[in-house]
């Protein structure tokens, strides 16, 4: 199994959380979505917008990273909702998401929300549902480049944030 280290983003990463989105999109999208959508939804994406998401936004960002190849996926949240989970292609369906996806819910487990809030692609569906996410309803986004492009809105109760409230409740 390829090996990999999880680590907190920083604005110095976003050339490869770039790179990576970009790549997981092209690569991993077309096969559900069609190729003006793909092409849209990658439309007006760039590092900046990365750095801008940490600074402005204050969006949290943790990375996968290999040592011979930089970073190979990254997840990014804020509060109870998962903003970003991509994985470079070539690193996909080895646990890597699963394990970035682990950790952001068990700091926002932390944070004491209840429940982790997604909004999915219909490439991320599979993945989150076989991790426990439910749909809450279908619905439509507008990519940067403008098109209505189907996805999901998904969420997952957090025992952990539960167990902790009771406890409060309860101390």
């Known amino acids: ?36 959508q793909v ?6 994406n760039s590092p900046e917008r990365y750095v801008a998401a940490m600074r402005e936004d204050g969006e949290l960002f943790l990375v ?4 011979l190849r930089g970073i190979v996926g990254f997840c990014a949240y804020k509060g109870e909702e998962v903003r970003s989970l991509y994985i470079d292609p070539d ?24 429940k982790v809030v997604i909004g999915a692609s219909l490439v991320g569906l599979p993945f989150y549902e076989s ?19 189907p996805a999901a809105d998904m969420e997952k109760p957090l025992q952990e944030a539960s167990l902790c409230d009771q406890a409060r409740q309860t101390g």
């Open 91 to 114: 690193w996909s369906r080895l646990g890597v998401g699963t394990s970035l996806l682990q950790r952001a819910e068990a700091a926002i487990a932390g944070a004491g929300h209840a």
């Open 64 to 67: 996968a990273v290999a040592r």
């Open 39 to 44: 092409e849209s939804w990658v439309q007006g």
């Open 131 to 149: 991790r426990g996410y439910r749909v809450i309803r279908h619905r439509h986004w507008r990519s940067r480049g403008g098109l209505m492009i």
């Open 1 to 36: 199994m390829p090996r990999y280290r999880l680590r907190p983003g920083k604005p110095s990463d976003a050339q490869g959380l770039f790179a990576v989105h970009d790549r997981a999109v092209r690569e991993l999208a077309r096969g559900v979505y069609s190729d003006s």
